[in-house]
C-alpha cells in the first residue's frame, strides 16, 4: 500500500511512512486538541514538500480567523492559494439549508441536500486545483443533521465512497466530547478507515496531550499513545516517548 506523509514526523514514524492513499481517515479530538493545525500541516506538507495541491473545507470556523491563526505558526496560506497549491472552501452555508430545497421540479430534503451539496462542493474543488489531498474540518455540523443512526451512516458512507473514488487522501475531523478515554465510539470511527484521536487530559494541573492511532486499515501501525505537543512549529508528535495518559479504554458503542 502506498504512503501518503503527513509531514509531522513523529505521526509518520507511527504511521510507518504515513498515511495511506486515497483513503478516509477520521482526525478525533477535543476542542482545542489541534485537529485543525494538523489537518493544516498535512495539506501544507503535501503543497510545499510533496508537489500535491490540497483543499481545505470548512464547516464551521471562519476562513479570516483560520488564516490568521495559522499565521501565528508563521505559515502563509494566502501564498500557496495564489500558486494554486491550495484551495480554502467555506461550506459552512450548508448548516443554514432550509427543510426542503426545490431542485428543478423535485424537492430535496434537507438531510439529503446537505450531504449531496458538500460532496458536489468537494469535487468542483478538487478538479479546480487538481487536488491530491482533502480535509473536511470539522464533519460535525453534517452529522448532527443525521439523529437517524441509518441515515447518518448512509450520508457518512455516501461522502466517504465520494472522497475514495477521487483517489485523493482524505482527512476528516470530528469533534469528541469526552474528557475521559472512555467514550462513545460512533458510526463514522467504524467506517473510516483509519481513525487517529488526539486526547487532552489535565495531570497535576498541568495539560497532558497524547495522540493514538486507533486504527490504520492495511498499516502496521504503532498502537500506543505518544505524546504530543503544539508549538509554534505546529503539531510535534513523540513517537519513541511514552504517553502520561495510560487509563486502560473501554469504550462503548453509541446510537
Ligand atoms: N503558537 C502556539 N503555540 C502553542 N500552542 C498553540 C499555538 N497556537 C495555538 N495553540 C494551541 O492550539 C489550540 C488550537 O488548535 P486547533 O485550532 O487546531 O484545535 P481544534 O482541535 O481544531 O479545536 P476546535 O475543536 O475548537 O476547532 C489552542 O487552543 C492552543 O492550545
Ligand atoms: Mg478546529
Redesign the pocket.
Known amino acids: 500500500m502506498e504512503h501518503v506523509p503527513t509531514g509531522i514526523d513523529g505521526l509518520d514514524k507511527m504511521l510507518n511512512d504515513g498515511l495511506p492513499t486515497g483513503r478516509c481517515i477520521l482526525v478525533c479530538?477535543?476542542?482545542?486538541?489541534?485537529?485543525?493545525?494538523?489537518s493544516m500541516q498535512f495539506l501544507r506538507h503535501g503543497a510545499i514538500q510533496c508537489n500535491e495541491s490540497g483543499l481545505y473545507v470548512s464547516l464551521?470556523?471562519d476562513i479570516g480567523q483560520l488564516k490568521e491563526?495559522m499565521a501565528?505558526?508563521g505559515w502563509d496560506l494566502e501564498k500557496l492559494e495564489e500558486k494554486g497549491k491550495l484551495a480554502i472552501v467555506d461550506a459552512s452555508p450548508i448548516r443554514h439549508i432550509p427543510k426542503e430545497v426545490k431542485v428543478g421540479d423535485l424537492w430535496v430534503g434537507k438531510r439529503n441536500f446537505s450531504s449531496l451539496s458538500l460532496i458536489e462542493i468537494v469535487k468542483k474543488n478538487v478538479e479546480k486545483i487538481n487536488a491530491k489531498r482533502i480535509v473536511i474540518?470539522?464533519i460535525t455540523a453534517l452529522t448532527l443533521q443525521y439523529p437517524d443512526i441509518s441515515e447518518r451512516r448512509t450520508a457518512i458512507l455516501d461522502l466517504f465512497e465520494a472522497l475514495s473514488n477521487l483517489g485523493t487522501t482524505n482527512l476528516i475531523?470530528t469533534?469528541l466530547r469526552s474528557v475521559t478515554l472512555e467514550r462513545k465510539i460512533r458510526a463514522e470511527e467504524f467506517l473510516a478507515h483509519g481513525v487517529i484521536v488526539?486526547h487532552v487530559f489535565m495531570s497535576d494541573k498541568e495539560i497532558v496531550r497524547g495522540i493514538q492511532i486507533e486504527k490504520m486499515r492495511g498499516i502496521a501501525h504503532d498502537d500506543q499513545i505518544r505524546p504530543y505537543k503544539?508549538?509554534?512549529k505546529g503539531i510535534e508528535v513523540f513517537s519513541q516517548e511514552k504517553s502520561l495518559i495510560a487509563t486502560p479504554i473501554t469504550s462503548t458503542l453509541q446510537v
Open positions: 479530538g477535543g476542542p482545542g486538541s489541534g485537529k485543525t493545525i494538523l464551521d470556523e491563526e501565528g505558526f474540518d470539522p475531523t469533534e488526539l503544539i508549538t509554534e
